[in-house]
Each structure stands twice: as structure tokens, then as C-alpha cells.
């Protein structure tokens, strides 16, 4: 069975920082790009974040560039989400999806092979 599990959400106060954690199971994760996505109450969901299969190449979006780091372990079949200096209008739930193409094309939200179950970020004093 297919599946990715978020983990690693919670409360925390601004400037804080939190890392995610995405499990993959029933697939072999090196084959895929990975993408961090997020979406805010009443907000459509946007992208954060992309790895490439292998690693050596990153996307974040310009809201959170130098604040957050995607990585990956495929020997844990797991994906990371590394976030620092956290702002309130970080506040989301948080996803991670998986995409495989033959070549890096980024992680598109409508484009995505499989998707996870969220994560819950909150911050705030």
C-alpha cells in the first residue's frame, strides 16, 4: 500500500522552529522528487518546497526561502522539513507529496503522483 505519513506538527511561538518529517511506504522513494506543501485555513494550498530524486536540487517558495530546508534519506525513506524563525503566517497544515517523471520538472501541487495526510503547524504567542 501506497502511503506517506506527516509528522513532526505542532504549537510553537514565533521564531521558533519545528521539523517535519515524511515516512514513505509501499513505494521506493529514491525514484521520486519530493514536495513540501501547505495550505492555510481559507487559503488554496501552495507549495513550499521540492527535492529532486537524488537530492541535488532544491525549490522553496520566496515566503519561505532561507528559513526553511526540504532534505531527504531515502536509506529511511523519509523526507524532511526543517523550519526556522517561524512567522504566524506560517500557520498551516502541511503536506508532503511524492512525483516521479523521468527528469526533475519541480513539484507542480495539480502534478503530484501521491499525497499525505498533513501535518498541523501552528504559531503563536
Known amino acids: 500500500q501506497l502511503q506517506l505519513v506527516e509528522s513532526g506538527g505542532g504549537l510553537v511561538q514565533p521564531g521558533g522552529s519545528l521539523r517535519l518529517s515524511c515516512a514513505v511506504s509501499?513505494?521506493?522513494?529514491?525514484?521520486?522528487?519530493i514536495g513540501w506543501f501547505r495550505q492555510a485555513p481559507g487559503k488554496e494550498r501552495e507549495g513550499v518546497s521540492c527535492?529532486?530524486?537524488?537530492?541535488?536540487?532544491?525549490n522553496y517558495a520566496d515566503s519561505v526561502k532561507g528559513r526553511f530546508t526540504i532534505s531527504r534519506d531515502d536509506a529511511k525513506a523519509t523526507a524532511y522539513l526543517e523550519m526556522n524563525s517561524l512567522k504566524p503566517e506560517d500557520t498551516a497544515i502541511y503536506y508532503c507529496?511524492?512525483?516521479?517523471?523521468?527528469?526533475?520538472?519541480?513539484?507542480?501541487?495539480?502534478?503530484?503522483?501521491?499525497w499525505g495526510e498533513g501535518t498541523l503547524v501552528t504559531v503563536s504567542s
Open positions: 509501499g513505494f521506493t522513494l529514491n525514484y521520486y522528487a
Open positions: 527535492i529532486s530524486s537524488g537530492g541535488s536540487t532544491t
Open positions: 507529496a511524492a512525483r516521479w517523471r523521468a527528469f526533475y520538472s519541480g513539484c507542480p501541487r495539480d502534478g503530484m503522483d501521491y
